[in-house]
């Protein structure tokens, strides 16, 4: 079973303009996040992003942007801190 955190709150994006299929995104993410499906690398499953960055440090052609910190990452930091509930904030103008 893959973990999944906040729905629809992952600022996880991919350019298939910039992107050029070397695979290096492939190698780095964590949580198998992005996949290759006919020869090009496509977001599998945006909903299992940790927000890492390692994807978009990574990416030799800035085909990938995420930024790192926010969304489900911080919100269940921030959560487990606090002993709140986990939110990434998008309602109020937060992290999306």
């Known amino acids: 079973m893959k973990l999944k955190y ?3 709150v992952a600022t996880l994006n991919l350019d298939s303009d910039k992107c050029t299929s070397c695979g290096i995104c492939l190698d780095v993410c964590p949580r198998e996040v992005l996949v290759e499906k006919e020869s ?4 599998q ?3 299992a992003c940790i927000e890492c960055g390692a994807c978009a440090l990574n990416c030799p052609f ?3 942007t995420v930024r790192a910190g926010v969304g489900c990452a ?3 930091i921030k959560a487990g801190l606090t002993g ?3 939110t990434c904030g ?4 937060g992290c999306c």
């Open 6 to 8: 906040l729905k629809n």
């Open 40 to 43: 090009r690398v496509v977001i």
């Open 45 to 47: 499953d945006r909903d």
């Open 62 to 64: 800035a085909a990938i």
């Open 74 to 76: 911080s919100a269940l």
């Open 84 to 86: 709140g509930e986990a």
């Open 90 to 93: 998008c309602g109020d103008g």
